[in-house]
């Protein structure tokens, strides 16, 4: 089994995949998308976005990185898969998932899963753009607003001849809410020889192995359960316990540095606000803190209490 770590737009830059990563258990990270419209971008947005294509396309913990494009044009998503593998990306991900309004509006992301015929178009021409020797990999929702044309989108992929497909198992219309209909991933898994990755609502080990049942998949992609339960590889892979808080507390204050240094410094107060928002749903401590940090717009105070906290963990 393989357990991937998911393309978290806003989210999962290069300090976030560096610091989950350093944790273990993921045996491939996909990048933020790169957005391709109708030019080829110049290589500052790929290190921009990828900053690990410096690095042999590895986050420090040695953990292959994937770049992500996003477009909807064949011949502008080839040349850059070209440039982004010229770069050192070890491989291409498409993104046909993503439900930001503002990149469907566009039609761009999930828009596309309502044009099987255009995601075939650019999935074929970045496949033999990209030498046989890297993969080229994409991942889809179940549909627009229904799933009745999830295997058609499957096939279409299957038959542009992508390596494999991640299978977030949702609607674009439904969006983030529960359930995750895995049930569905299986029609796909069956319907195509490639392999599966399965997504959504994985948030703990017994969720892994319902979704393994359901879906038939061994591989999963997790995103927003990464950042609630830092250590959820190893939670997936062999049933640890997850991280205690003290160790919890260690991780955001090294995030914390981590981006302070960055040029997204202006983005750290939402950011670590949005973290903390999804470990509440698992460690009760999170509510407290969160509590705190919310009222705050002030990098240097949110440092300074996370320092604090993480202190008073070992008093």
Same mark, same amino acid.
Request: charged content about 20%; glycine content about 6%.
């Given at each position: 089994?393989?357990?991937?770590?998911?393309?978290?737009?806003?989210?999962?830059?290069?300090?976030?995949?560096?610091?989950?990563?350093?944790?273990?258990?993921?045996?491939?990270?996909?990048?933020?998308?790169?957005?391709?419209?109708?030019?080829?971008?110049?290589?500052?947005?790929?290190?921009?976005?990828?900053?690990?294509?410096?690095?042999?396309?590895?986050?420090?913990?040695?953990?292959?990185?994937?770049?992500?494009?996003?477009?909807?044009?064949?011949?502008?998503?080839?040349?850059?898969?070209?440039?982004?593998?010229?770069?050192?990306?070890?491989?291409?991900?498409?993104?046909?998932?993503?439900?930001?309004?503002?990149?469907?509006?566009?039609?761009? /992301?999930?828009?596309?899963?309502?044009?099987?015929?255009?995601?075939?178009?650019?999935?074929?021409?970045?496949?033999?753009?990209?030498?046989?020797?890297?993969?080229?990999?994409?991942?889809?929702?179940?549909?627009?607003?229904?799933?009745?044309?999830?295997?058609?989108?499957?096939?279409?992929?299957?038959?542009? /001849?992508?390596?494999?497909?991640?299978?977030?198992?949702?609607?674009?219309?439904? /969006?983030?809410?529960?359930?995750?209909?895995?049930?569905?991933?299986?029609?796909?898994?069956?319907?195509?020889?490639?392999?599966?990755?399965?997504?959504?609502?994985?948030?703990?080990?017994?969720?892994?192995?319902?979704?393994?049942?359901?879906?038939?998949?061994?591989?999963?992609?997790?995103?927003?359960?990464?950042?609630?339960?830092?250590?959820?590889?190893?939670?997936?892979?062999?049933?640890?316990?997850?991280?205690?808080?003290?160790?919890?507390?260690?991780?955001?204050?090294?995030?914390?540095?981590?981006?302070?240094?960055?040029?997204?410094?202006?983005?750290?107060?939402?950011?670590?606000?949005?973290?903390?928002?999804?470990?509440?749903?698992?460690?009760?401590?999170?509510?407290?803190?969160?509590?705190?940090?919310?009222?705050?717009?002030?990098?240097?105070?949110?440092?300074?209490?996370?320092?604090?906290?993480?202190?008073?963990?070992?008093?």
């Amino acid at each position: 089994m393989r357990v991937i770590l998911a393309p978290m737009e806003g989210v999962a830059d290069a300090p976030m995949r560096s610091l989950l990563t350093s944790v273990g258990g993921y045996d491939l990270v996909i990048s933020e998308f790169i957005r391709v419209v109708d030019q080829l971008l110049p290589e500052k947005v790929f290190y921009r976005l990828c900053a690990e294509l410096a690095y042999g396309s590895k986050t420090k913990a040695g953990t292959p990185v994937r770049l992500q494009l996003l477009g909807q044009h064949p011949n502008w998503m080839a040349e850059n898969a070209i440039r982004a593998i010229e770069l050192g990306s070890l491989g291409v991900d498409l993104n046909y998932g993503c439900p930001a309004p503002m990149v469907n509006r566009s039609n761009g /992301g999930a828009a596309l899963l309502k044009e099987p015929e255009t995601i075939y178009k650019v999935t074929k021409a970045v496949r033999e753009a990209v030498p046989s020797s890297h993969p080229v990999s994409a991942k889809i929702r179940l549909g627009w607003d229904d799933k009745s044309r999830c295997v058609e989108i499957a096939q279409a992929i299957e038959s542009a /001849g992508a390596t494999e497909l991640t299978v977030h198992a949702r609607t674009k219309e439904e /969006g983030y809410r529960p359930p995750a209909h895995w049930e569905y991933i299986n029609l796909i898994r069956e319907a195509i020889a490639i392999p599966v990755i399965a997504n959504g609502e994985v948030w703990c080990h017994q969720d892994y192995l319902k979704c393994q049942a359901a879906s038939g998949c061994d591989d999963v992609m997790i995103g927003r359960g990464a950042l609630a339960v830092p250590n959820l590889a190893h939670v997936i892979k062999t049933n640890q316990v997850k991280m205690p808080w003290n160790q919890v507390m260690q991780l955001l204050v090294q995030y914390s540095e981590y981006e302070i240094v960055s040029v997204k410094e202006k983005y750290y107060p939402a950011r670590i606000k949005q973290w903390l928002k999804f470990m509440v749903k698992q460690y009760p401590q999170a509510d407290t803190l969160f509590a705190q940090v919310r009222v705050m717009k002030q990098t240097q105070e949110i440092l300074a209490l996370l320092r604090s906290e993480a202190e008073n963990q070992y008093l």
